[in-house]
């Protein structure tokens, strides 16, 4: 049995097999695929409860990752935001000497994540800046009506 | 309107994210969907190559004692009932995993169990002996629960 503690070295290699295989739109079709089976949990908390939704979910999924993170829920200024002052998926790859990070890991979670927040009616936006350090910021706020 | 905030550190938890099983399924899924079992297979092959290097390792050196630790850890981790049989000589081991926990909770939450899922027992055991003194044999295994009987021995030189 692979244990959900090894999960994340299974991903990342997972992510450089499907580019080697066939190339990085197999990648991008994969989390794709993943967004819409994986996280129907994200998808109905934010259907029900908007960015409280986020919350609720993040507040569950980060804990369980042991990560290292501020989490602000400002529902006068609409905005849900993550600090991840250090992300226990890209430490551990970071981390781990047998492996090398899949290049592009770290655009998984803008593509999971963006798939299901922006048919609601959100706007996700991730600083990945700094992921080399395992740091990243992401923000997420209702769309501006555009008239 | 609430204005609400939480600070974490790792240590404030424990690592234990049990819908990465989910996720891992749903890989093992999109692989066999688009390329077929082969290519489940040779994924799996190219994890356990890469990333069980240091148990690779340890059961050249040490031999199955290693791996009897190795699914120790995972287990407890798991919260999985096992029992294991290791004789003194340390020729074999025989591991039974009384029910994945892995298929438990993936199946829990309502998500069909990828077809070859089976191979994350088999292939990467068989990778992790490969080179090695040793091999390894996927003796039971069952669909429903995920439990496995698999059996560790010296190779024939």
């Known amino acids: 049995m692979i244990s959900c503690t090894e999960f994340i070295p299974a991903y990342s290699e997972l992510f450089k097999f499907l580019e080697k295989k066939k190339d990085k739109v197999a990648v991008t079709d994969f989390w794709n695929f993943l967004s819409d089976e994986f996280l129907t949990n994200l998808r109905d908390e934010v259907f029900e409860n908007g960015l409280l939704g986020c919350w609720n979910y993040w507040n569950k999924t980060l804990k369980e990752e042991a990560a290292d993170f501020t989490m602000v829920l400002d529902e006068k200024a609409q905005e849900f935001s993550i600090t991840m002052h250090h992300c226990p998926s890209k430490g551990l790859l970071l981390e781990q000497k047998q492996t090398e990070p899949y290049r592009d890991y770290c655009e998984h979670c803008i593509v999971l994540y963006q798939r299901v927040l922006d048919p609601l009616g959100f706007e996700y936006e991730h600083d990945q800046s700094q992921t080399n350090k395992a740091k990243c910021r992401l923000t997420v706020k209702p769309k501006k009506e555009i008239n | ?157």
Request: glycine letters at 4%; proline letters at 3%.
């Open chain 2, 1 to 157: 309107m609430t204005k609400k905030s939480i600070v974490q550190q790792a240590s404030d938890n424990a690592y234990y994210h049990k819908d990465f099983h989910i996720a891992l399924n749903y890989g093992i899924e999109y692989l066999y969907k688009n390329f077929g079992e082969d290519a489940v297979v040779e994924y799996l092959m190219q994890f356990a190559n890469n990333y069980h290097t240091p148990l690779k390792k340890s059961l050249s050196t040490i031999g199955l004692a290693a791996i009897k630790k190795h699914y120790e850890k995972i287990f407890k981790i798991e919260g999985a009932a096992y029992d294991m049989n290791f004789p003194k000589d340390n020729s074999e081991l025989t591991i039974h995993l009384h029910a994945s926990t892995a298929v438990m909770h993936i199946k829990k939450n309502g998500h069909l169990l990828a077809p070859a899922y089976e191979k994350t027992v088999s292939v990467v055991n068989q990778e992790i002996c490969r080179n090695t003194p040793y091999d390894c044999e996927l003796m039971e295994y069952k669909q429903d629960n995920g439990a496995y009987k698999i059996h560790f021995f010296k190779r024939d030189l």
